[in-house]
């Protein structure tokens, strides 16, 4: 690694949300860096990749930074995809993704296209991370997230991550010195119980909106749930090995 | 459970692809099925969900068989959301996705539709499973997948899971007399290497396919990808807890 290292950006909020540029700002401090961005907002799109139809990609400029920015009209996983096999000529250093506006903890991971983004260059052998502050709101405060985002990514950048292991930081919605610090968990068991908006259209049809209220279901006071509420910067390492291995002794007993 | 099981049967590839007709067609000698599925093939979706448009749902008859029939403009996940909240008026005894036209194995299980349903199911607390055919055509030959779809299906029904596991079953694109039998795996490392077809419109502009080919980069003999590659349909079971537990005592010997 040179001096200073090769940084990819990228979100799952749009290239011009506050919360990647936030992000950019930061990173700019750390090493070089590289934006590839969906030019529109992408969240839940979960690990999503475009396959039935073609991807645009174009430089553009939207703050007068040092960061080289380029706009794609794809996922956040088709992003770093487009990043690392067209646009960086050698493999980045380190990928952050965020911050995104609202939170991946628990099992949001799943849906993230925030995640989806540090998982796909994970799995490109990049280290990587995705940050999320707890406020969905376009103008939520980013700046007391500034010195976490800072300290996790130059201890990943000092620490190395494992190949499989990516992290995922959620940020509590609190003033600067309201939070108590950093905690690594575990994921939280939690889930979301949905409510679809039901409307009918000027047409006369049925529509639906998905909504939801998301419970913690997890008692345990090591999740990131638990921290969160509790005042602290949750850090979980997230692997995208899937499988249920102390499953398989119990399912080879099934007459398969 | 009454005596015939209630089955929520989605997919990824549409509700008229030939793999859902013959899934569709195995479940309804097993039990009373109600069909909601995407009227767009949705590959490569992963778990995305709908969260920036609206969801419409209708009923439809695709053919004479007794099934009750949906069809979703939604993701694969949106379709289950919609089934367990809107339409089924009790849990399902079992959910199944599939039979996609393609393989689910290795890596594959994170961009696939087809598992991001039965992983959603699973996170309802509904038992499920997604299948797969190692063959991307549409006129697919999806004989030689009964006799194991059958198989499965009644060993979950049986033997049940246990939250927060769903399985993960790809079948190898042989003769029926050249299927060995079923083993339980776990997921192959394996990677995309990316090849990304650049084109100009003509207009003038730039744009990219993706493309790319499937690696296995994985020795063992306890895989997905070598029971495939050996004659046998392949069973992961898949969590949905992403955490890296065995990291976390690493990571808090960083100084976070």
Redesign the interface.
């Known amino acids: 690694m040179s001096k200073r290292p090769l940084i990819l950006v990228t979100n799952d909020d749009g290239i011009t949300a506050p919360g990647v540029r936030m992000l950019i700002s930061i990173m700019n401090e750390i090493g070089d860096v590289v934006v590839v961005a969906p030019n529109n907002?992408q969240?839940?799109?979960?690990?999503?990749?475009?396959?039935?139809t073609?991807?645009?990609?174009?430089p553009i400029t939207v703050d007068e930074g040092p960061q080289l920015e380029y706009t794609c009209s794809g996922t956040p996983?088709?992003c770093v995809?487009?990043a690392?096999?067209?646009i960086l000529n050698k493999k980045p250093d380190l990928c952050v993704s965020g911050i995104n506006h609202g939170s991946n903890a628990s099992?949001n991971?799943?849906?993230s296209g925030t995640m989806?983004a540090a998982?796909e260059a994970g799995?490109?052998g990049i280290p990587a991370i995705g940050f999320s502050l707890l406020d969905y709101n376009w103008d939520a405060d980013f700046e007391p997230s500034k010195e976490f985002v800072r300290?996790?990514t130059l201890?990943v950048l000092e620490?190395k991550l494992?190949e499989?292991?990516v992290l995922?930081v959620n940020i509590p919605d609190l003033k600067k010195d309201e939070i108590k610090?950093?905690k690594?968990?575990?994921?939280a068991?939690g889930?979301w119980i949905?409510?679809?908006d039901?409307?009918v259209s000027p047409q006369g049809?049925?529509?639906?909106?998905?909504t939801g209220k998301f419970v913690n279901l997890d008692n345990g006071e090591d999740t990131d749930l638990w921290a969160l509420e509790n005042g602290y910067v949750s850090?979980?390492?997230?692997?995208?090995?899937?499988?249920?291995?102390h499953?398989?002794h119990k399912?080879?007993s099934?007459?398969?």
């Not at 690594?184 to 994921?187: M, S």
Request: hydrophobic share 40%; glycine share 6%.
């Open positions: 907002p969240s839940g799109m979960g690990h999503a990749i475009t396959v039935n073609v991807l645009r990609c174009n996983a088709d995809k487009m690392v096999n067209e099992l991971v799943i849906y989806s998982v799995i490109e300290k996790i201890s620490n494992p499989g292991i995922n610090g950093i690594v968990c575990r994921q068991q889930n949905e409510d679809f039901k409307r049809e049925d529509y639906y909106w998905l850090v979980v390492p997230v692997q995208f090995d899937l499988t249920a291995h499953y398989i399912l080879n099934w007459d398969l």
